[in-house]
């Protein structure tokens, strides 16, 4: 599958069976695993993992979640997440899509915004800016 080069980032997943609701298709809940799973990869991806963010007395926090959900995973199904980031302010806004791996067809569209405490107080975020700087838009 092609994706649009808007995303500076981009993870392959498979539905797992437990993941499954009795309507047959993925829990609602499961979406919010699978995105959060493809930010820390991008961390990864990035060269600042969540361990080295935690070394660096750096923690990210939620602060708003919002999504779209357009059409169901099911069994079987592989997922694509695509990223692209960027910075509102101290917030590190994270645009999240899920694709179909097969159909290309949208699941669902997801903005993810999260700042930073530093020691414990919130930052400016610019330790995570200066590492997410080539993928920040």
Known sequence: MELDN??????EL???DYE???????????????LEHARHRFC????????AMQDAGLIPVLNRVEVDY???LRSGDRMVIAIWVEMKGVRFV?????????TGEMVISAVVSCVCLKDGKLSRGELLAEKFKPYLK
């Open 6 to 11: 808007k995303y500076c980032y981009s993870i």
């Open 14 to 16: 498979d539905v797992r």
């Open 20 to 34: 499954i609701d009795s309507e047959g298709i993925v829990n609602n809940a499961n979406y919010l695993h699978y």
């Open 44 to 51: 990864d991806h990035a060269g600042f993992s969540f361990k």
């Open 70 to 72: 357009k059409t169901p």
């Open 94 to 102: 994270f645009h999240q899509d899920i694709f179909n791996a097969a």
